[in-house]
């Protein structure tokens, strides 16, 4: 397959800049449309790195960190406490001034808040969805730091109970709940339950197969099908260059990492497919899921060589296209560890947009993992974020630091 390139043509391309920092940038018409991406306005999706290498001049975010003060503190009772969907008004008020015409009610009428009082570390909370309504659900520390939780089905669609461990001292620990459509029938929806104290789950290493060769049938096992067919990537220089990038990311953390030339690793692995195939316009890339605390050591994603952003990155020589094709390859094992988007252009995990338009390939080469706020909703040429995201911190408690062996 030849990249999107030869089909939106060259002379689409309005401009090529080398700057005077060595920014290697071009600028492209239609950027607020693309940025927008596959993932809408929830991040629920693993869908990609979708802001294409972006922003030339990065929006900021908008702040809707004070939702969580919206709500009541929760009454536990012996150890216990159940939520409704009942609808808090004071919430929807403040949602409904923040994010005014921008975002369509039913983005936002499926979320939850409540404050659930001060959370011990070593603790273990349990959560317990008692309707197929409920998502997925997060915890928050007092300064709005994620505590992963999760979705509440597994990949099969089967719902299952999640225990949370709780890795630090909070004296306002929030909950938040995502439901899968609006819903305010007053029925109980989550089942919160103190379940004492616990060694916290020792950290488990990751080993991960980065597939140039070409792929038949690549499906996720929710039943969603990729593109069947993924092209290979015969160029030797861009195949290193890719996995020394992917490596570089992932360095600090107990992850052993192979290409399709190794032999196949005995112990569960996750496969990353990298090759020209046809995802979504500026969707670079698709996880199979949101893999919080990598509960599947062993799901798969797909990187697309057939984008416009590394038809360009080609330009620049073979090392440039590997680099940048390892840095989305880290992006997607991001959202396979638990990852989710961020509103943050320099993050490795973003999901930002820009002001103005734009492919910036220096600047997503020098991506990299860090404390970032958490994107809730988008819309055109604006942000909205909820919570922040510590992923080094978080990836350490998942994977542990280098040296600690894969199961």
């Not at 060259?10 to 940025?35: D, M, N, R, S």
């Not at 972006?54 to 009541?72: H, R």
Request: net charge negative.
């Amino acid at each position: 397959m030849r990249g999107k390139l030869s089909r939106i043509g060259v002379a689409t391309l309005v401009g090529l800049a080398i700057g005077t920092q060595g920014v290697l940038a071009i600028a492209l018409p239609g950027c607020a449309e693309g940025f927008l991406g596959a993932g809408g306005f929830l991040n629920t999706v693993g869908d990609g790195l979708n802001s294409v290498g972006s922003c030339l001049s990065p929006l900021e975010p908008i702040d809707l960190n004070l939702v969580f003060e919206k709500t009541s503190v929760i009454e536990w009772e012996n150890g216990s406490a159940v939520i409704d969907d009942a609808a808090q008004p004071d919430v929807l008020a403040y949602l409904e001034e923040q994010l005014g015409q921008d975002v369509m009610p039913v983005y936002y009428l499926p979320l939850r808040f409540h404050r659930i009082g001060p959370l011990t570390r070593g603790e273990v909370i349990q959560i317990e969805a008692l309707s197929d309504v409920v998502d997925r659900v997060a915890l928050y520390d007092a300064e709005y730091t994620r505590v992963p939780a999760g979705g509440v089905h597994d990949l099969d669609g089967r719902r299952r109970t999640l225990q949370i461990p709780i890795t630090r001292d909070t004296q306002a620990g929030y909950i938040r709940i995502d439901l899968q459509y609006p819903s305010t029938t007053n029925e109980p929806m989550v089942r919160l339950a103190r379940l004492g104290f616990a060694a916290p789950p020792a950290p488990r290493g990751q080993t991960v197969v980065l597939h140039f060769g070409g792929a038949e049938l690549v499906t996720f096992r929710s039943g969603y099908l990729i593109p069947a067919q993924v092209g290979a990537i015969d160029d030797d220089a861009a195949r290193t260059a890719a996995t020394e990038a992917f490596r570089t990311v992932y360095a600090p953390y107990s992850m052993t990492i192979v290409t399709d030339v190794d032999p196949p690793p005995t112990a569960p692995f996750s496969v990353i497919h990298i090759g020209p195939t046809d995802l979504d316009a500026y969707s670079l890339g698709q996880a199979e899921t949101i893999d919080t605390r990598n509960a599947y050591p062993d799901d798969i994603a797909v990187v697309d060589a057939n984008q416009i952003a590394l038809e360009i990155a080609r330009l620049f020589g073979p090392e440039t296209y590997g680099r940048a094709i390892g840095m989305i390859a880290a992006h997607e094992m991001g959202h396979l560890l638990g990852l989710e988007h961020v509103a943050d252009a320099d993050a490795l995990m973003t999901g930002a947009q820009c002001q103005g338009s734009g492919v910036d390939i220096e600047r997503l080469l020098r991506r990299q993992l860090k404390r970032a706020p958490l994107i809730a909703f988008s819309s055109e040429l604006k942000r909205w974020v909820i919570g922040y995201q510590d992923a080094r911190a978080e990836l350490l408690e998942t994977l542990g630091p280098a040296g600690i062996p894969a199961p």
